[in-house]
């Protein structure tokens, strides 16, 4: 079946460093993928998706591009800031609809 | 952007006791509201899905009498834990959906479940 794996947390960086979450998955057809982030005390956030190879997801200065000969939607972001402090989940949805296939959460802490 | 509002955020109870969990829209009606669990590192996984006035949809492997879900009106769905016990613990979201647009999908916070 579909599933998402996602490096293991927690990722502490200081500010202004360079982010990589590393997300791959195991699906059947042309998934959607998708990232969340989860702020401290709120719910998930749709943060960016793609939903065709090649497509990049864009926004608030992260970035992921569908790769499907990797089989990978890693999210990075050149700069994070204090406020970037959460934690990430990688997602995806089969090309038929459907439910939503998550990883299991990476926690970001980035530090002054 | 769209609420959902998910109480209580913590909960300790003793085993053998049942625990009821809200999920709430507050500025939008949600048809389709879905429940997921978190065991720590672990992937946050679906458990059912309820629609408004019928009976909800469970996973493979999610018991329906332990795992009573209700979703009596278009803003309201509640997930109660019935006869709770330590491997129950866990951290369980909900999330609803506003209308069938599945890019209309918002979550709660969160409730940590721990069982005594």
């Known amino acids: 079946g579909n599933s998402v794996t996602q490096m293991e947390g927690p990722v502490t960086l200081s500010e202004e460093a360079f982010l990589t979450i590393n997300c791959t998955y195991t699906a059947t057809g042309y998934p959607s993928l998708f990232w969340y982030v989860q702020y401290p005390g709120e719910g998930l956030q749709l943060l960016l998706k793609a939903t065709k190879a090649d497509d990049k997801g864009s926004n608030k200065g992260f970035e992921a591009t569908y790769r499907k000969e990797t089989t990978s939607f890693h999210l990075e972001k050149g700069s994070v800031q204090v406020s970037d402090s959460a934690v990430y989940f990688c997602?995806?949805?089969?090309?038929?609809?459907?439910?939503?296939?998550f990883g299991q959460g990476t926690e970001l802490s980035v530090k002054p | 952007g769209a609420v959902v509002s998910q109480h209580p955020s913590r909960v300790i109870c003793k085993s053998g006791t049942s625990v009821k969990i809200e999920c709430r829209s507050l500025d939008f009606q949600a048809t389709t509201m879905f429940w997921y669990r978190q065991f720590p590192k672990q992937s946050l996984m679906l458990m059912a899905t309820?629609?408004?006035?019928?009976?909800?949809?469970?996973e493979q492997g999610v018991e329906k009498d332990k795992f009573l879900i209700n979703h009596a009106s278009l803003t309201l769905s509640t997930l109660t834990v019935t006869s709770a016990h330590p491997e129950d613990s866990s951290f369980y979201i909900c999330?609803?959906?506003?209308?069938?647009?599945?890019?209309?999908?918002?979550f709660g916070s969160g409730t940590q479940l721990s069982v005594l």
């Open positions: 309820s629609n408004e006035g019928s009976k909800a949809t469970y």
């Open positions: 999330s609803a959906r506003e209308g069938t647009d599945n890019e209309k999908l918002f």
């Open positions: 997602a995806l949805r089969g090309n038929q609809g459907g439910k939503l296939i």
